[in-house]
């Protein structure tokens, strides 16, 4: 994979190849390449020594190329020159992006969860696919409405086969002993509650990233804060999860700005951890995404995992620099066999109407500029609408050219929420990358 290179710098390279050649072309070391040391020194003797031996630089008529001798100088500038253009052509691939509905439609229920938000997925193998959710509906759905609506801190569902469909998803949520609904995944110290982010399968088993959320005061919908981030070992995910047994590992470099396990990336033995940190810009925060690397079979020990900082992988969390700007605090990174990159996805600004994708050819970037995918339709619903958790899933799809991808539609009276049973829940697009 070559990194794709800017067409100003293309044009900057150009130009120095064509001043080094008209410097070759021209100079009288060029031209003193078409006599031999002998012949120089015989002519300056005849002339004496009040006579400097001068050459009018011109034109090399030579049939040979005048870049020195047996033209490699030459033979090696068109070859810098032809892969600078090769480079050149190397745009970033095309693609569609098209609507869902018959995967949307899978997550349209009416009875038990009827809506969560989040939405990553992780592969489990032999055709089953994890799905994570934050904030939850359970109750019922009767014409277009929620009734009977519970809201629950987070819940799962297991996906059996390639894509989802009604018949294939089994959700999963515990209850209390007066049968309400309650959370899947709960803080052992009963402080706050869980946000599951995303996952990866190894041989060693599944690890799930959790963030342990506290009250806090802030505006309608975002009264909340971070307080920390864990993550989870399933030692027997091939049971169902109600039988899952979990080790917990607190992460010992997360705190209320910076967090890991937005996206994992299984890939050549390792495993890609990414997050974000929160930059103050003017009055908002600014998301960065940060790296971790660790070997897949050692993802509990946390003294292996390298974080990249300057072109290299350090031991100090606290040297890791952002590898991508403004992205959001949901996110997705996989590789993507067509574009032959690694296409990150993810919601502008966190909040807002456009789905875009950055490119990459390696894990750690550098990163492409922002490329818009798609509007969201449903801000134009209601002004309290708003869009969010943009995403990529590669473990779902037809084809290998595809990336589903899906963002939810919430809104800041909850009241809505209930009224419209349309919002909540992942929404479907299908990117095709031509």
Not at 291 to 310: C, H, K, N, T, V
Not at 311 to 328: K, Q, S
């Amino acid at each position: 994979m070559r990194p794709l290179i800017s067409p100003a710098h293309v044009a900057l390279l150009l130009n120095r190849c064509r001043k080094a050649a008209r410097k070759a072309l021209f100079s009288e070391d060029a031209m003193i390449g078409r006599f031999s040391a002998s012949d120089l020194h015989d002519r300056q003797s005849e002339l004496g020594d009040n006579h400097q031996l001068k050459i009018r630089p011109r034109l090399n008529t030579s049939p040979y190329p005048p870049f020195g001798k047996g033209g490699q100088g030459g033979f090696f500038c068109f070859i810098v020159l032809l892969l600078l253009l090769l480079s050149a052509c190397q745009t970033p691939p095309r693609f569609t992006a098209e609507p869902l509905p018959r995967y949307d439609e899978a997550f349209q229920r009416t009875s038990g969860w009827t809506g969560g938000d989040g939405a990553y997925s992780v592969a489990l193998g032999r055709d089953r696919v994890l799905w994570l959710f934050g904030d939850s509906f359970v109750g019922r759905v009767q014409h277009g409405r929620r009734v009977a609506a519970h809201l629950i801190n987070n819940s799962a569902a297991l996906q059996a086969g390639p894509e989802p469909a009604d018949g294939s998803l089994r959700f999963v949520y515990r209850s209390l002993p007066d049968g309400r609904p309650t959370a899947f995944f709960q803080p052992e110290d009963g402080a706050g509650w869980f946000w599951p982010y995303h996952g990866v399968r190894t041989p060693q088993g599944l690890f799930l990233f959790l963030l342990q959320i506290e009250p806090a005061e802030g505006p309608a919908g975002f009264g909340f804060k971070l307080a920390s981030t864990w993550m989870g070992k399933v030692e027997n995910p091939d049971e169902a999860p109600e039988n899952w047994t979990m080790i917990r590992y607190k992460i010992p470099w997360s705190d209320d700005k910076r967090l890991f396990g937005s996206s994992v990336l299984l890939m050549g033995g390792y495993c890609y951890i990414y997050g974000t940190v929160d930059t103050p810009a003017g009055g908002w925060v600014r998301k960065q995404v940060v790296l971790a690397r660790a070997p897949a079979d050692r993802m509990e020990d946390f003294s292996a995992w390298r974080f990249f900082a300057d072109g290299e992988w350090v031991a100090d969390a606290d040297r890791a620099g952002p590898v991508c700007d403004d992205a959001a605090a949901e996110f997705s990174v996989s590789y993507q066999p067509r574009a032959d990159r690694y296409v990150l996805v993810y919601t502008e600004g966190g909040l807002s109407e456009h789905i875009a994708l950055r490119l990459a050819s390696q894990p750690q970037g550098p990163w492409g500029p922002p490329i818009r995918v798609y509007r969201c339709p449903e801000v134009d619903w209601n002004p309290r609408i708003f869009c969010y958790a943009g995403k990529g899933h590669p473990e779902i799809g037809d084809a290998p050219q595809e990336l589903i991808v899906t963002y939810v539609a919430n809104a800041t009276d909850l009241a809505l929420l209930e009224s419209d049973a349309r919002l909540y829940r992942p929404k479907f697009i299908k990117v095709t990358f031509e």
